[in-house]
């Protein structure tokens, strides 16, 4: 859908036109915990999450519409930004990113991948949040949050027969 790719446009308009006065930190005001998202540190940090929430959505689209993906992949990076670390500066659209990588776990433990495709994705799944964890300017809580709401998410919504067939033709 071309929704993802609007989205990204508003990325790189948010980067050129303004400051990261709309992240979050411990000083900033509530709303900025609803702006973050679209606000990137540099240049490589717009680059890398735009193309990542690109790839990462192409996927969830086949499974869950955009009129329900986008909103609650917004939600699970905003309610996680109300329950993680604020002393550190957040920007950056990775909340999103994760919460959709949370739905395709669920995703991958119910397809039919071979142990080895499944052992592979789930190491790359490890191998980011560590590096998440060692970084010094992530803000890894929300990371891990966000994944864990969209791994939720989905898996209720998965349980509930409530989705687009595992498989679509």
Known sequence: ?????FISLIFIIIYIFFGNEIGFS?????????????Q???LIHLIINTLVFITA????EK???????FPVIYMCAVIASFMAERSLPTVGASGMIYALFGMEVVIVLFNRSTVRQKALFFFAVFVMLLFSFLSTSSNFMIHVLSFCFGFIFYAVKR???FHKPLFPH
């Open 63 to 69: 499974f869950v519409s955009w009129k329900t993906l």
């Open 57 to 60: 959505s192409r996927t969830m």
């Open 40 to 42: 990137h540190a540099g």
């Open 159 to 161: 349980k509930r027969h």
């Open 26 to 38: 411990e000083t900033s005001p509530a709303w900025t915990h609803f702006t973050f998202s679209f």
């Open 1 to 5: 859908m071309a929704l993802k790719y």
